[in-house]
């Protein structure tokens, strides 16, 4: 049973940072791109950012171009996301998700494209 959760979501104030953790389990993610997205309250999910299973390419969404990275361990079956000098948010819910099907060596940040979620960690950025 493919399952995701993730970690590590709070409150930060503007200019700090977060580390968030998605732990894989169920199926072997060395084989799998996988991907952020996050949904404000009231507003479309949409992409922060992708890493292929392959070479490890990444994409990221333009907002959060130079300020955050994502990062996978697939030998702990784990994927991070390190968000630098954050914005000011309110409840924002930050998913991890992978494809239905395996090797399909580039990522992208379309949410069709994408079968299966974790349950999100939520951030907020407030002074």
């Known amino acids: 049973q493919v399952k995701l959760v993730e970690s590590g979501g709070g409150l930060v104030q503007p200019g700090g940072s977060l580390r968030l953790s998605c732990v894989a389990s169920?199926?072997?993610?060395?084989?799998?791109?996988i991907a952020w997205f996050r949904q404000a309250p009231g507003k479309e999910r949409e992409g922060v950012s992708c890493?292929?299973?392959?070479?490890?390419?990444?994409v990221y969404g333009d907002y959060v171009k130079g300020r955050f990275t994502i990062s996978r361990d697939s030998a702990q079956g784990t994927v991070y996301l390190q968000m630098d000098s954050l914005q000011p948010e309110k409840k924002a819910i930050y998913f991890c998700?992978?494809?239905?099907?395996?090797?399909?060596?580039?990522?992208?940040?379309?949410?069709?494209?994408?079968?299966?979620w974790g349950q999100g960690t939520q951030v907020t950025v407030s002074s």
């Open positions: 169920g199926f072997t993610l060395a084989y799998y791109h």
């Open positions: 890493i292929s299973e392959r070479d490890d390419t990444t």
């Open positions: 998700t992978i494809p239905l099907i395996p090797e399909q060596a580039v990522c992208t940040l379309d949410t069709r494209l994408y079968e299966y």
